[in-house]
């Protein structure tokens, strides 16, 4: 399946669960708060990334799932279960580096490769919606942490951290002079929307070409544009994804039908934005971890 065909169904199936939040109601939180363990493959054990996060905790939190394990079919099949009959498969992206000869020898004659991206569709299924695969399910484990202290250690840590004013009454990021603009935590209803907040702030900000240089803060976008659309979706998905990790429920300002409404449409008209925004916010957040 071609690259383009493969985004489209991923977009697609994203779209489809935002229209089913926007229908029943729903507050948007694009990744679900996991306390102890994040969506991964149950038989490698290996976390999922970038829109694969975002696909797995989206139908999570649509179907009321309390683990977030999934599998292929196949993996269920050579674990002697079954995937229950009617169930829905969820797509998945996965990727892999190749290299290839460009034709070209280098000073030494020999051949000069390039890397390029492979990208394959697979589809997977949540552990609920499977049987006889009890014995293979680890017992969930519930560590102990403090969020919050975890979350002014992140920000501590961060490498390059721009600085953070305290002052006024809206969230922003300035690239010009890099710094953060944060009201007083007093101001914020809890302090997980003060966090939040400026989780979606430091993402953008590891946008400064001082760090992984995206053109889209470096260069004045309007609202409307692709280019701030993708980045306010990378933001999104980078708060979303850090809230996630500490296990601290998304409080997300705005967040509204309306809200729901305009990203429908912004995925909509590109199926492209959402992989792309996934790819840099996953970036972003490595950056902000250290990782």
Known sequence: MQRDKIFEKVTNSVIELLEKYEKEGRMLSWCKTWKSEFPQNLVSQKNYRGVNTITTSLTCLINGWERPLFLTFNQVRKLKGKVKKGSHSIPIIFTELRKKETGEFDENNDPVTKNYLVYKLFSVFNVSQT??????IPE??????????????IVKNMQKCPEIKIS?????YNPVKDFVGMPKKELFTEVEEFYSALFHELVHSTGHKSRLNRPEVMNKTMF???????EELTAELGASYLCAVLGIEQKTL????AYIQGWLTALKNDKNLLIKSASLSQKAVNYILGD
């Open 140 to 153: 969930l484990v519930v560590k102990e942490h403090k969020p919050i202290q975890e979350a002014e250690r």
């Open 224 to 230: 409307g544009d692709t280019d701030y659309s993708q």
């Open 168 to 172: 006024g009454q809206r969230c922003f």
């Open 131 to 136: 049987e006889g695969l009890e014995n293979h």
């Open 254 to 257: 705005e967040n509204s039908t």
